[in-house]
């Protein structure tokens, strides 16, 4: 029995190998269990994490295991369907072979799903000082961070030193930067008072930098004027207009010559994943691989590019944001596309996004979205949020957990994951 | 205002430090919340963890947040004790002074809950090679490593090599190395048909070692009959009346002269923690170390010793066993002591444990339980088990979310928590 089929040179259905198992990646997969195909889905992880709730993980209001679960039991009775955790390493185009460090992986069809990784625009240095939010040791860390602080600032005597330990800066008003600056802010205001006794809420400083003149960039306005109120109610400091200059162990320096004193958390840019490298495709200027309308490499028709890397114009010829919904949509085209492909039938035409609005959350009790034209905000949209949310979730049996926590943590104010498991800080190590 | 109102000396009601957050230190901690006195609990940790259930986490059926909740949570609304995060570093006897790396403790009274540490019976150098499990990082160490030799497994064309990575070597044969077997044999057996493309749980091989004749050796000898029975019908090897001779980065090396490859999960042995070392008082000669019978130390009665590091004999002039009601029944008791002591009151008579029997777990639906004279075996045990622990999770709001865990996984035989963050093998890296 060779014990890596896909290794050998058979004859047999078609291999279709998709690297990632992000949201396009997984759709792509999860759409692909009646082909008459051999799937490999390759990641470095074993797990899909659910990124649009990975902030509440940094928040300690959910834990890992909430928000990320195992790509083979999600896709464990698709017989056709074989997960591999590897590193991908390059891809040889001439001989369609993956190549990682577990192995060679041939393709007649390629689904690159890799998405993005944090940008610092230029100054790849910044990451040794600022936390950021991509992976779930990201979340961890950030979490551990600002628990550990709290836990220095409990015993400091030297008042400087404490107001440094206490306060979180946070760059980048877009989604991830508003809805992290919530979760922080509501961290320290309902553990300050209660569980600490030498420390107060007022002495917990939050403070939200954007480089532009208003939060949430891509909502109506009054939606951002909401938001900044409603992150102001919570205590952050909303500060727009200014950019980040330089970031050092202790803290930032912003556009307008003021240093902020504190821990620095990077909610501001992404870019693609090293896989543009390996295709060996022409890029746009933000560095994302254009495709066709059918999602293909120009000149590879076998290569599909899908979810945060493509370059992907909407009906305007504008690109489609980096956005789950995309995501997950391409991916299901992808599935459709091929399943037509191999048993002969016509393609579908070109992928067309369908635009269900975004969705956002400001701490406990309020968020805001945007429909199109239609716009809200308050309560009710929170309530919306919560359920949304909880919805989407992929593995189906988390759906009642993470309710149920959601649930006691809403009626006792207590988050259910505040330890501290390893210390890791950065910077002032 | 002074922010460390301990280290001041300044006259106020008496000062009661208490070394460890574990069952002991916790339990004392909660009765102590009506004493007119000033409570310190400082622990290394942020967290109180419940031991009972940790090899749960290890087994990935659990997550880390289950299993252990921040300490400054449960003692929250009790305004006369504080939480110092802190790593010990000796006792100032002279000055009554605790030290750490962040400042000293005065206290009057001392409570010394630090509890029990593994030992490799003289083999220190053994720990660089075997996973322990003590600490919630064991626990989430050994649930990765597991997960991570499967997947490296599923890739592997070598066959010995195979072998090695699919064979979990456990050591010691009582309660923690039972239903560590149970766990591990379950998680292999419920996931590499179903999970794997390339495994079959044939090849996931689970070897329980125990240096004398039989397993759980303070249960009675039909008790361990079954034990053993159960644990072979999920699969599990029992190798009784072997020592372990050797554990190097490939196995162990028996008494017997045979020779297992695999990873090795360390089950067998606890020493007191370097607390012992701080006290400077004397030892018996399993390290513990000998109290009055009101749990003083012979030389220091204001000093109190609890739990896995104290050596108490019952009625019978036995020591009693490093087990968790054990610490329990003394945390509460120093409460109870000590508010009599500081109203006046008299001290109550010596302290007295009382045996509310032994319950241990062997995987899905099977438990052994040992009474007294009454022993019982089974799944009615296990349900019992189960409501149990459930019922003695310390934080509240946990039962629900634990209970509900267990209620999934086990309609669904899905673990929840099977999740690979960082790659940290021991040995062969």
Redesign the interface.
Known sequence: MP??PANNAAPGPPRIVILGAGFGGLFAARRMARLNAQVTVIDR???HLFQPLLYQVAGAAL????V???I??LL?RQKNT?????EVQGIDHQRREVLTG??RFRYDYLVVATGAQTSYFGHPEWSQYAYDIKS??DA?AIREQI?GAM??A????LESERQRLLTFIIIGGGPTGVEMAGIVAELGNS?AN?????LNSGEFHVILVEGTDRLLGVYPEKISAYTSHALQDLGVEVCTGQLVKEISPDGVLLSDGSKLDGTVIWCAGVMPTPAAAWLDAPRERDGRIPVTGELRLENQPGVFVIGDLAWCPDQNGRPLPGVAPVAKQQGRYIARLLSNELSGRPVPGPFKYRDYGMLATIGRGRAVSNFGRFSSKGWLTWWFWGLTHIYFLI?R??R??VA??WL?EYL?F?R???????QNPKGQK
């Not at 209660?194 to 030498?198: L, V």
């Open positions: 014990i890596n992880q074993n797990y834990a890992p295991s909430d990320a679960w195992p083979r039991g464990k074989r997960v591999v955790m590897a577990n192995g779930l040791g961890t628990l836990e220095q409990e015993l400091c005597e553990t209660s569980d600490f006794r030498q593995a049996q988390m009642l957990l149920l926590k006691l006792t207590q259910s994951s505040r330890l501290i498991i390893s």
